[in-house]
T-cell receptor, first 114, second 114 residues
Framework: GQQVMQIPQYQHVQEGEDFTTYCNSS?????IQWYKQRPGGHPVFLIQ?????EVKKQKRLTFQFGEAKKNSSLHITATQTTDVGTYFC??????????????FGQGTTLQVKP | DGGITQSPKYLFRKEGQNVTLSCEQN?????MYWYRQDPGQGLRLIYY???????QKGDIAEGYSVSREKKESFPLTVTSAQKNPTAFYLC?????????????FGDGTRLSIL
C-alpha cells in the first residue's frame, strides 16, 4: 500500500541552527501539504506544493517538492524557540479520487535549546 | 482554528460505556474528518464525510460510529467495542471534494479510561 515516510522522527537543535525534515512517498504525488502542531495543540496548515520542483518560502521556512513528485522537504533557517513543535507532511491517497482525504506522515518533532 | 469547535476538551470513559465527542464548524465546509492521534504518532483517519447524510470509514473505524445529520456537525461516538480508546481525537474540515484543499482542525478532545 501507499506509504509516506518522514525523517527524522526527532531533532534537537541549538537555537540559531538550521533544521530540515524530509517526506518520502512510495508513489508519485499530485500534491503535498505541510502542517505544524505545537505541543498540546492541533495541526495548522502551513503550505501546499503542487508542481514538480516547486520551491516556496515563508520567512525562514523553505518548502521543496521533488522533481519526481515523490519527496518533499521543509527547511528552517536559524531556528527559534517559536519553531518548536511537530511538523507533518500530508498527501492525498492514490486512487482516492476527489475525496479530500489525506495520509499524514509520522511527523518530525523539533526541539530547540535556547 | 476558530471555525471548528470540539467539546469537551477532556473526557473520561468508564469500562463498557459509550461516549460522544462533539465537533461543530461554522466554515460552511462540506467535508469533515475524525482523526485519532496517539503519543508520538501521526494522525490516523477514523471516519470522514463529504456531504450531509453520508460518511465513509477511514483506516481505523472499528469501535467508532459517526453521524452527519447537519452540515455543521459531525459527532463521533467511541463505543465500548473500542478496547483502547485513550488518545487525542481531532476533528477537521475542508471546503469539499478536492485533492488540493487544506484541512482546518479543532483544538481536539483528550479521552482517557477511568
Amino acid at each position: 500500500g501507499q506509504q509516506v515516510m518522514q525523517i527524522p522522527q526527532y531533532q534537537h537543535v541549538q537555537e540559531g541552527e538550521d533544521f530540515t525534515t524530509y517526506c518520502n512517498s512510495s508513489t508519485t504525488l499530485s500534491n503535498i501539504q505541510w502542517y505544524k502542531q505545537r505541543p498540546g495543540g492541533h495541526p495548522v496548515f502551513l503550505i501546499q506544493l503542487v508542481k514538480s520542483g516547486e520551491v516556496k518560502k515563508q520567512k525562514r521556512l523553505t518548502f521543496q517538492f521533488g522533481e519526481a513528485k515523490k519527496n518533499s522537504s521543509l527547511h528552517i533557517t536559524a531556528t527559534q524557540t517559536t519553531d518548536v513543535g511537530t511538523y507533518f507532511c500530508a498527501v492525498p491517497p492514490q486512487g482516492s479520487g476527489n475525496t479530500g482525504k489525506l495520509i499524514f506522515g509520522q511527523g518530525t518533532t523539533l526541539q530547540v535549546k535556547p | 482554528d476558530g471555525g471548528i469547535t470540539q467539546s469537551p476538551k477532556y473526557l473520561f470513559r468508564k469500562e463498557g460505556q459509550n461516549v460522544t465527542l462533539s465537533c461543530e464548524q461554522n466554515l460552511n465546509h462540506d467535508a469533515m474528518y475524525w482523526y485519532r492521534q496517539d503519543p508520538g504518532q501521526g494522525l490516523r483517519l477514523i471516519y470522514y464525510s463529504q456531504i450531509v447524510n453520508d460518511f465513509q470509514k477511514g483506516d481505523i473505524a472499528e469501535g467508532y460510529s459517526v453521524s452527519r445529520e447537519k452540515k455543521e456537525s459531525f459527532p463521533l461516538t467511541v463505543t465500548s467495542a473500542q478496547k483502547n480508546p485513550t488518545a487525542f481525537y481531532l476533528c477537521a474540515s475542508s471546503v469539499g471534494r478536492s485533492r488540493n484543499q487544506p484541512q482546518h482542525f479543532g483544538d481536539g478532545t483528550r479521552l482517557s479510561i477511568l
